[in-house]
């Protein structure tokens, strides 16, 4: 009587084995849900860290073409707005920019040529950035080119490349601010938006990151800055 006891009790029932079950099954969904949670935050985070490097491309390969922002120049007195150096057209969210710019090759021997007067002319380029759709009629994902046209000195033909393929909304535009001393300065504000995730097919209703980013050229600080008697540019650009 006493054996039969001691294996009755040693062994589960059929009760007991539905509640085990049961609680490896929460256990195990439990565990689940926490890997899949932590996986998809692992992962956002992944994107996130990408759509920040590529704008960090982005604006660098913008903030050397509006640097390097100019305008051609001849031997008369030269006047200059500001907003005129940048020129914008096209729609709001497909937006195209334009602008003469110091080209980014190296000079060969014809950029630079001196004149009788003793003036140095220097060739210059001309920038384009526009953007187009990657799905028609969806400007939540768009491209942004980049197109250099070259002086015809330098015999180079036109270079265009893909800049991104992950923009959502850029504007470049020219802002005044003053600095400690109470001087205006003159800048280029270019705002950028990208879709959080990265990717082609890219849906309207997805997140977007913003960045900014300030640009002074060099040509308006050193040369129209000034009163033209004033000037000590010896310079004479000439455009495409």
Not at 168 to 180: A, G, M
Not at 221 to 236: A, H, I, M, Q
Request: glycine share 4%.
């Amino acid at each position: 009587m006493n054996i039969k006891m001691r294996c009755y009790k040693s062994g589960m029932t059929l009760i007991e084995l539905s509640i085990s079950l049961s609680l490896s099954v929460f256990l195990f969904a439990g565990v689940f849900l926490i890997s899949k949670n932590f996986s998809s935050g692992s992962q956002k985070s992944m994107d996130r860290l990408e759509t920040c490097l590529e704008a960090k491309k982005i604006l660098r390969i913008l903030r050397v073409d509006l640097y390097n922002a100019c305008r051609p120049i001849g031997k008369e007195a030269f006047l200059l707005n500001f907003s005129g150096i940048v020129s914008e057209s096209g729609a709001v969210f497909s937006p195209q920019y334009e602008w003469f710019a110091f080209p980014s090759v190296k000079m060969p021997d014809k950029l630079i040529s001196s004149d009788t007067s003793g003036f140095l002319v220097q060739k210059i380029s001309r920038i384009k950035y526009f953007l187009k759709p990657l799905i028609d009629g969806n400007n939540s994902s768009q491209m942004l080119i980049r197109e250099e046209i070259f002086h015809s000195d330098f015999k180079i033909p036109p270079n265009q490349m893909t800049v991104s393929r992950q923009i959502h909304f850029l504007q470049i535009k020219p802002i005044e601010v003053h600095d400690s001393s109470g001087d205006k300065q003159s800048l280029f504000q270019i705002i950028l938006q990208l879709s959080e995730t990265p990717g082609e097919n890219q849906l309207s209703t997805n997140a977007t990151l913003e960045f900014t980013e300030l640009v002074s050229p060099v040509f308006w600080r050193t040369f129209c800055k000034k009163e033209y008697p004033g000037r000590n540019w010896n310079y004479l650009l000439e455009g495409p």
